[in-house]
């Protein structure tokens, strides 16, 4: 169960990763404000999901903690990836040892998260607190105090999350180059994204937190970080004495290859030395100004690969330089009147919303939970006097609507859209030059005559709405949060999921969305099979590329 669980829910966190890398990159200013850590972490995740995705599919875990390994490795990017694949080889290696692969437990868990604070602190010659590994530590300890309480996995994961981003809130009390610039460590942040995506992805929720000996929420912590990164411009260079960032893959010639004394060596040489994996194959990873020095004594010891280096002063320039012009663009533009915000979980779902006019589009969905803070800041962004929030999830409604009541700026209300296609459908009638009032009630109107389906699989034993039992991998049929229908195929899923709410209340069109993971030629099969089983019904089809749900639809 684990090695199955990784294998489909990492790839969802490394995108959720992907798709705030920029604002990850904002947040950067140490240990030199170069503003990459969120593009460096990402493609370190990227790496590792096309190594994990090449496995074949009976892979044991084992053989995914060492694809973690190689692909994270191999794919690292700065100092805030290096460190990364460290923390993901050694989560990979501890949840190997767990006794039970299919029912793992707390214990396993907070043990593979001690094996993980040894692996990264290992690989850091210096480690400074208040970054990402002072949170890493931190999950490790919280971990350590709940697996004497006895709860289960999924408490804990929950738990973890909460820790993970209060930890992050703490980081400008210990670094103060953080505090002075506004903001929380950047790769303390962007793992407790990839943390928070990845449970959130195993539960198959959208949020929803443990009540277990806790008197805080996963959105009560994100919002004590959102309130820690006003980011201020940072244009000078205090940060390090080093311009070039070195970074490459290293072959040692033979076994005689000295670690401890090319580590000395790069120490030398700058900062920010890192020499990670295991011979013959390594990451070297150094801020220093003599790039040329560096490379020719590894050279001389063994080959280098993928070579990269990069002049932070003048990323630095340019992180600042966006920023400013952030900055200008919002205090120039006058407010419009109108302005719609949407919460989408994929790029095609996005790509329509915008072109029915929604100004912003928040990332989040069914497995990736948008806090208040990530709306509100939504909000803010559309520039509007008045705004309309569409969830688009059940889930994501409470944390609209407390964004709707703490924004000062602007007259917030929320049409409670449970999923993208009603909001298309509210989108369709909405009129920019009207009132909120008016608008708010004929978008609810139009939703209320959408109703939603949703096709997936399920990552773990459960039951249908009827009581019959699921088992991990089967597919389920959801309709107004509610299985109704279980089996093995996506195609003869929806296709009874339709027949069964046409049967209940027949309408005229439907709206479907293909996600991800689901190709042209199994889409088209779908439809096809849609068109022979509902002939009257009107198919209005699009690419969603939303994770983990292959369909999602709507009837009206």
């Not at 692909?71 to 460190?83: D, E, F, P, T």
């Not at 929380?184 to 198959?204: C, I, K, P, R, Y």
Request: proline content about 4%; charged content about 25%.
């Amino acid at each position: 169960m684990i090695a199955s669980v990784i294998r489909t829910c990492f790839p969802v966190a490394a995108n959720v990763v992907a798709e705030r890398a920029e604002e990850i990159n904002k947040l950067n200013v140490f240990p030199v404000p170069d503003g990459d850590t969120g593009t460096n972490m990402s493609l370190t995740l990227g790496t590792v999901v096309k190594e994990v995705e090449a496995l074949p599919q009976d892979a044991t875990i084992e053989d995914i903690a060492k694809a973690i390994t190689h692909g994270s490795l191999m794919g690292a990017r700065g100092n805030s990836g290096v460190i990364t694949s460290q923390i993901l080889r050694g989560l990979a290696e501890g949840l190997c040892d767990a006794k039970d692969q299919d029912n793992p437990t707390a214990a396993d868990i907070a043990h593979a998260f001690r094996r993980s604070v040894k692996v990264a602190f290992k690989a850091v010659r210096k480690p400074v607190e208040g970054t990402i590994l002072t949170v890493l530590r931190d999950m490790s300890t919280r971990a350590d105090q709940l697996e004497k309480a006895h709860i289960t996995a999924t408490e804990m994961l929950d738990a973890l999350v909460i820790e993970a981003y209060e930890s992050v809130a703490r980081t400008p009390e210990l670094l103060p180059v953080l505090k002075e610039n506004g903001v929380v460590d950047s790769g303390a942040f962007g793992f407790a994204t990839f943390f928070e995506a990845f449970v959130n992805a195993v539960e198959g929720k959208a949020g929803e937190v443990s009540d277990f000996k806790t008197t805080v929420d996963s959105s009560d912590a994100k919002a004590a970080v959102s309130s820690k990164v006003a980011i201020e411009l940072n244009d000078d260079w205090e940060g390090s004495q080093y311009r070039y960032c070195n970074e490459f893959l290293f072959h040692a010639n033979d076994e005689s290859f000295d670690r401890d004394a090319a580590l000395a060596f790069l120490a030398t040489m700058g900062d920010c030395e890192l020499l990670v994996g295991e011979y013959p194959d390594f990451k070297v990873h150094v801020h220093s100004n003599t790039p040329d020095k560096v490379l020719a004594y590894m050279l001389e010891r063994g080959q280098i690969f993928e070579v990269f280096i990069h002049n932070m002063d003048l990323e630095a320039h340019e992180r600042t330089a966006k920023i400013a012009a952030d900055k200008a663009a919002e205090e120039k533009a006058p407010k419009k009147p109108l302005g719609f915000v949407a919460v989408a979980a994929g790029s095609g779902e996005a790509s329509i919303l915008t072109s029915l006019g929604v100004d912003v589009v928040v990332s989040g969905g069914q497995t990736m939970n948008p806090s208040t803070a990530d709306i509100l800041a939504a909000v803010e962004k559309t520039n509007a006097e008045n705004v309309i929030v569409l969830p688009d999830n059940g889930n994501i409604r409470m944390a609209a609507e407390a964004a709707a009541s703490a924004c000062e700026d602007a007259h917030v209300a929320v049409v409670p859209t449970k999923t993208v296609p009603q909001a298309f459908s509210a989108m369709f009638v909405a009129d920019p030059e009207g009132t909120l009032e008016d608008n708010v009630e004929a978008m609810t109107d139009a939703v209320s005559e959408v109703r939603g389906g949703e096709v997936t699989r399920a990552v773990r034993d459960s039951q249908a709405a009827d009581g019959s039992p699921i088992h991990a991998g089967d597919v389920m049929g959801i309709e107004d949060g509610a299985i109704t229908v279980v089996g093995s195929s996506v195609k003869d899923v929806t296709v009874e999921l339709i027949r069964r709410m046409q049967e209940a209340e027949e309408g005229d069109t439907l709206t479907i969305l293909a996600g991800k993971d689901l190709d042209d030629a199994s889409f088209q099969e779908i439809l096809d099979a849609i068109s022979a089983a509902e002939p009257s019904l009107e198919l209005d089809s699009h690419r969603g590329e939303q994770p983990l749900y292959p369909i999602v639809f709507s009837i009206e």
